[in-house]
């Protein structure tokens, strides 16, 4: 089992910035791949950003839309996974939740959907105010 508990969540403006952090407990976490995905009321559970790594090498995915203003990280020593967001918008406005999930092949296709995580935190909401 893996736990997860997102924190860093908040009411922020418009071209503003936020840092999420995902906080892991139980199983090794460096041998998991991390996502974070989010919803909005009323919408599917979208994807948002993965991270993912093959010996020394890491590579991260993201959704067109959070391209060049998301970046997710990870620390391992710390067994947390980061989601840097700026230059927020009204419609980012969603809980975010954080993922842990087999690495596989595939790519960004592959992390992108919802089956690849078995364990998911709790979510924390973030509000974009125009």
């Known amino acids: 089992q893996v736990q997860l508990v997102e924190s860093g969540g908040g009411l922020v403006q418009a071209g503003g910035s936020l840092r999420l952090s995902c906080a892991a407990s139980?199983?090794?976490?460096?041998?998991?791949?991390m996502g974070w995905f989010r919803q909005a009321p009323g919408k599917e559970r979208e994807f948002v950003a993965a991270?993912?790594?093959?010996?020394?090498?890491?590579?991260?995915y993201y959704a067109d839309s959070m391209k060049g203003r998301f970046t997710i990280s990870r620390d391992n020593a710390k067994n947390t996974v980061y989601l840097q967001m700026n230059s927020l918008k009204p419609e980012d406005t969603a809980v975010y939740y954080c993922?842990?999930?087999?690495?596989?092949?595939?790519?960004?296709?592959?992390?992108?959907?919802?089956?690849?995580?078995?364990?998911w935190g709790q979510g924390t909401q973030v509000t974009v105010s125009s």
């Open positions: 139980g199983r090794t976490f460096s041998s998991y791949a």
């Open positions: 991270i993912s790594w093959s010996g020394d090498r890491t590579y991260s």
């Open positions: 993922a842990a999930g087999r690495q596989g092949y595939g790519g960004y296709n592959y992390y992108s959907d919802l089956r690849p995580y078995d364990y």
